[in-house]
Structure formats: C-alpha cells, structure tokens
C-alpha cells in the first residue's frame, strides 16, 4: 500500500497509525508541485521520518505552473503523480488521509453546488483514484477528527509543516472551514455520519440500476430500452447514463442530462454526447449519433 504524506498534521497521523499496525507493509511518497520553494525542505522533512522509521520514501517533483483553478489543478497532476508512482513501486492501493472535518467541508462545498445524492455523499472510504480505472482509494480516518490527528502527532513527537496555503482564504475551502470551526452549530462528526447515510442511499439507488438494466438490450451497434412510465426521474437518469457510459462518451450530468430525458419521455429525438436517443416508438433507440460533416 501507498501513503500520500505531505508533513502536514492529518497525513502525519496516517503515517504513524499505520507504522504502528502494518510497520512493513507500505511505503510513502511526498509529492512537490513545484509551487512554493518550501515545499523541496518539506518533502525533506518527510523523508527523515521514515528513514527513522525504516520506511521506504519517494518525492515526487511537479513543475505546476501558478494560475486560475490552481488547487483543481493541482489535485489532478497529484493524482495522476501519485498513481504512476504505486504502478512502478508495485502497491496495490493509495491511502490519503482525509477525514472528518474534511468530509463536512466538502459536503457544504458541494451543497453550495446544488449537487444531487452522489456528490452530498461526499468521499468514500473506499474509492478508485481519480484518472485510474481501478487503483483503489483508500480513506481510514473519515471518522477521525482532525484534533485528534493533531494529539497523535504530537504524542508521536512529530513535527507537522504548515502550508500557508491552507490559511488562504481566496480558496473556497478554507473559507468553508473558517466558516465551520467559527460556530459551534456545526458537528463535523455528523457531518461524515450523515455523509455515510447518503452513501448507502446511493449504493441502493446503484442496486436499483443494475436490476433494471437487465431490460436495456443491446445489439451491436445500439442499445434499446423501454422504461416503464412511473420510473422515478433519478433511476432514469443513471440508466442514460450508463447507456452513455456504454458508448464511451463523457457523461454529463445536470440540465443537459435532464433536458434529454425529458426529449425522451416527450417521445422525441435528440442527441448528447454524441450518443442519439429516439423515443418516438417503444422501445426508445440509442445509436452513436454520426459525424457532422465540416464545410470545405
């Protein structure tokens, strides 16, 4: 297994809770994004603790350069540094150390985004990471909250790093944060526990669409469907989905995706994603809409 540790308090946490469980079962890697000068120094720091500790360590050295959406991007060349890095090293998963306060900011993020039931679940303990198709994501502190990391890290005579930009609030999740930790009105706590119902409710709803897609049929180059009238609007919209899924294509989701199915239940004809939906006779069609010829 791989650890993703940047020397910050959270992640130093894992580090030592998983040294004192499985001390030789996994190894660590600190990824720089080449964004702040001090982030070389606190890789280094990093790469001193397990040298104490005997635990194989790696930086893995970015050149992100500064800009709009920096910490979206930042994220996605993490990731994909990440997840090169258990492909060479040979490690069945990556383990990140997100937690309970860190799951309630991003469900009030995602509720300002008016996201339906997948995004208020909010992280999965166990996931895949983004960017693989099956690297499996690990999350063990959900429940933790981070004053409790902060005790194990100083009980472990650690030294956490602090990254300024943590501080920043020309981020929307540090304003989150402040906005939480500012009132006492709101439990992180409860926040993962209800983030965990809600991914329940999801993994029912999945349940749900993978016994009605057994009535999808499929032929070679299309798939036919015939929904019944009182699906309920959420179980339609995952089945296009997959349909979409199916052809490969990206799948939208929000007013595009609505607006198709509406086409649909309308028995019209439309296309998204480069995937064409005919609904004017049951069973509704679904063909790869064909190439717009260009002009010369």
Not at 186 to 196: E, I
Not at 210 to 229: E, H, K, M
Request: with cysteine; net charge neutral; hydrophobic share 45%.
């Amino acid at each position: 297994m791989g650890l993703a540790v940047s020397g910050g308090p959270d992640s130093l946490a894992l580090l030592a809770l998983v040294h004192e469980v499985a001390p030789r079962n996994f190894a660590v890697a600190t990824v720089d994004h080449g964004l702040r000068p001090e982030a070389a120094q606190e890789a280094a720091v990093v790469s001193a603790i397990c040298a104490n500790r005997g635990i194989p360590h790696h930086t893995l050295t970015l050149s992100l350069p500064k800009g709009s959406a920096v910490q979206e991007r930042a994220r996605t060349a993490r990731y994909g540094a990440l997840s090169q890095w258990c492909a060479d090293q040979d490690l069945a998963a990556l383990a990140t150390a997100h937690h309970a306060d860190d799951q309630a900011e991003t469900m009030v993020m995602r509720l300002n985004r008016k996201v339906g039931l997948r995004g208020l679940a909010g992280m999965r303990a166990v996931a895949v990471v983004p960017g693989t198709p099956t690297l499996p994501l690990i999350r063990p502190l959900l429940e933790w909250r981070r004053t409790d990391l902060a005790t194990i890290v100083e009980d472990a005579g650690l030294c956490a790093v602090h990254d300024p930009s943590n501080c920043d609030t020309a981020y929307e999740r540090v304003r989150v944060r402040a906005a939480l930790t500012s009132s006492n009105a709101f439990d992180a706590s409860a926040f993962a526990a209800t983030a965990h119902h809600l991914a329940e409710a999801d993994e029912a709803l999945e349940w749900a669409v993978a016994q009605l897609w057994q009535s999808v049929g499929q032929q070679d180059q299309s798939f036919t469907w015939n929904p019944p009238a009182d699906l309920p609007q959420v179980l339609a919209l995952r089945i296009l989905e997959r349909i979409l899924a199916e052809f490969e294509s990206a799948v939208p989701r929000g007013a595009s995706l609505l607006h198709w199915l509406a086409t649909l239940r309308s028995n019209g004809v439309a296309t998204l994603a480069g995937v064409k939906g005919d609904a004017r006779r049951a069973p509704w069609r679904f063909t790869r809409a064909p190439e717009r010829k260009t002009r010369s």
